[in-house]
């Protein structure tokens, strides 16, 4: 098994009541609840609107993102899987599509340093 990283893009549902906003989520907690279950969950988050973006030989300090709100990742997943096509399998059940968000899955690059 390998880790592989699930990148949530976009997906957004700013003027959704407190209510809808409570059963999306709960959506969300009873899909990683499954992956918990199956033992295939290893850690995600949302991540927070605000950023800073470091860019440059100078590396300057800028407020960002500044993409569209359709390409922002707003969150991530690592599970196990045996392969990316596993993985990608498992994203498909993912909450986000009913919003019209998108997930990348992504191998993350084991370089023996955990």
Known sequence: ??????????GETPD?????MQAEMQKWFDWIGQMRERGIYV?????????????GID????DGPFAEA?????GYIIIKASDIDSAAH?????????NGGRVEVRSVLDLGMN
Request: charged share 25%; aromatic share 8%; glycine share 6%.
């Open 59 to 62: 590396k300057v300090i800028s």
């Open 16 to 20: 959704a009541s407190p209510e809808q």
């Open 43 to 55: 850690a995600g988050d949302p991540l927070e609107p605000q950023a800073k973006t470091v860019s």
């Open 1 to 10: 098994m390998k880790d592989y990283m699930f990148l949530f893009i976009g």
């Open 70 to 74: 359709k390409e922002v990742v707003g």
């Open 90 to 98: 498992e994203a498909r059940n993912c909450p986000i599509f009913a």
